[in-house]
C-alpha cells in the first residue's frame, strides 16, 4: 500500500490483483505441497491436503480482503477525492507495516494482516 502514490496507482494495483490473484494463489497451493512432499506424502494427498488446508484458506481470504480494502480505497477515492483515499492508505500501510516486521515466520504475519483486514 505504501508505494501507491496516486488514484493512478491504486488502479494498477487493483488491476494487477485481479489478474494475478489466481497465480498468487497457485503458487501457494503448490508451496505447501513441497512441504508435504518432503514430508513423504504421496502426490494425490499433498495436492488435496494443500488446496482444502486451513493455512490456503487463509492466505486466499487475505488476498480477497487486501482486494476488497483496495477496492473500497478506489471507491472513497471517486466520492471524497485523493486526499481522504491518500491519508487512509497511509493508516493501512502503517499497519500492515507493523505486522510484518513483527513476525517471524510468513504464516503468522498472513494470519494477523487476516485478523487486521478482517476487522475492517
Known amino acids: 500500500m505504501e508505494s501507491i502514490k496516486s488514484g493512478e496507482d491504486l488502479s494498477a494495483a487493483l488491476a494487477y490483483l ?3 490473484q489466481y497465480p498468487i494463489l497457485e503458487t501457494f497451493q503448490g508451496d505447501i505441497g513441497s512441504v508435504l512432499l518432503r514430508a513423504n506424502a504421496d502426490e494425490d494427498t499433498d495436492t488435496h491436503v494443500a488446496s482444502t488446508s486451513i493455512a490456503f484458506r487463509i492466505e ?3 488476498l480477497h480482503l487486501y482486494m476488497n480494502r483496495l477496492n473500497h480505497l478506489a471507491g472513497m477515492q ?3 477525492g485523493w486526499e481522504c483515499c491518500a491519508a487512509q492508505l497511509k493508516h493501512n500501510a502503517v499497519r500492515i507495516e507493523l505486522i510484518t ?3 517471524r515466520y510468513h504464516i503468522q504475519m498472513v494470519c494477523q494482516i487476516y485478523i487486521y483486514l478482517r476487522k475492517g
Open 78 to 80: 471517486n466520492t471524497r
Open 18 to 20: 485481479r489478474e494475478a
Open 101 to 103: 516486521s513483527k513476525y
Open 60 to 62: 486466499r481470504d487475505t
